[in-house]
């Protein structure tokens, strides 16, 4: 299985997303997949400008020199995209939107309907597969709720499989020092495991989506840190 995975964080491989993200790709690695990671930072991708140009001046084909072109090509050679976005507002990165609008090309600009839903005509088959990976800041699973949906619906238009997500809320726990080493290993473990199921059987087992995302400090307790961490970066400006 070749494997796209699309780093989203501006964060790049300093942040939170790219540390579970790269224990997904350790365990997808095993499983026997080829993989490479795009950092979209390091890309020059311009925003949409509407024009669509790419439907009906010169169909499939943007008139923007930058490094989509690329990236659309290498998705045709690619059997499962990985989009690895921390939640930011409630969805996808800007860098992440970005790409997916610049995906365009790859439809027609005729609609069809398709299982009693509008939608483009896909031009040519490319990677068939989405998976979600993520990370957010505060407490509650239902931070990722804009954003499942968005990438759900984004598949659909795409014509791509969504074939699931694993998230981490409350990302920055994994950072407390007064966390048992124990609980942070299970978690990143299960990151690790994922990446070998998503290879091995096509999806991530719930058992190992709730690991991923079982709480490491509760509630209060991490406001609380939290705070007391905003506190302290501020005194010392
Ligand atoms: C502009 C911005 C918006 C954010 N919005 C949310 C949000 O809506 N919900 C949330 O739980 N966390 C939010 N966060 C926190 C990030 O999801 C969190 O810091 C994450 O770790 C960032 O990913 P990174 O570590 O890869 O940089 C936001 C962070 C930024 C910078």
């Known amino acids: 299985m070749r494997i796209l995975a699309i780093h989203g964080s501006p964060s790049m491989k300093r942040g939170k997303t790219y540390l579970v993200l790269e224990k997904l790709l350790k365990g997808a690695k095993k499983a026997g997949a080829i993989i490479e990671v795009i ?16 439907w009906v001046k010169t169909p499939g084909k943007c008139f923007q020199k930058d ?6 090509e290498k998705l045709k050679r690619t059997d499962l995209m990985i989009l690895a976005t921390p939640v930011y507002v409630d969805g996808m990165t800007g860098q992440c939107k970005n ?38 800041a505060f407490h509650e699973m239902d931070n990722f ?41 299970r978690i990143m473990q299960a990151f690790e495991r994922a990446g070998e199921e998503l290879v091995k059987n096509g999806a991530v087992s719930e058992n190992t ?5 079982s709480e490491i400090v509760p509630k209060e307790a991490y406001l609380r840190t939290m705070n007391r961490y905003f506190d302290a970066q501020i005194q010392r400006r």
Do not use: W
């Open 67 to 72: 490094d989509m072109a690329k990236l659309i």
């Open 39 to 54: 950092f979209l930072k390091k890309e020059r991708i311009r925003g949409c400008t509407g024009c669509l140009s790419c």
């Open 145 to 185: 709720d804009p954003l499942i949906l968005h990438a759900k619906r984004a598949a659909e238009n795409l014509n791509m499989e969504y074939v699931g997500e694993i998230l981490r809320p409350a990302v920055y726990g994994l950072s407390m020092k007064k966390v048992g080493t124990d609980r942070l290993r």
């Open 99 to 136: 790409f997916m609008d610049r995906l365009i090309p790859l439809l027609d600009s005729h609609y069809e309907i398709r299982d009693g839903h509008f939608r483009h005509v896909v031009k040519e088959k490319f990677c068939s597969k989405i998976f979600l990976i993520s990370v957010c």
């Open 209 to 213: 989506r709730q690991e991923a995302a």
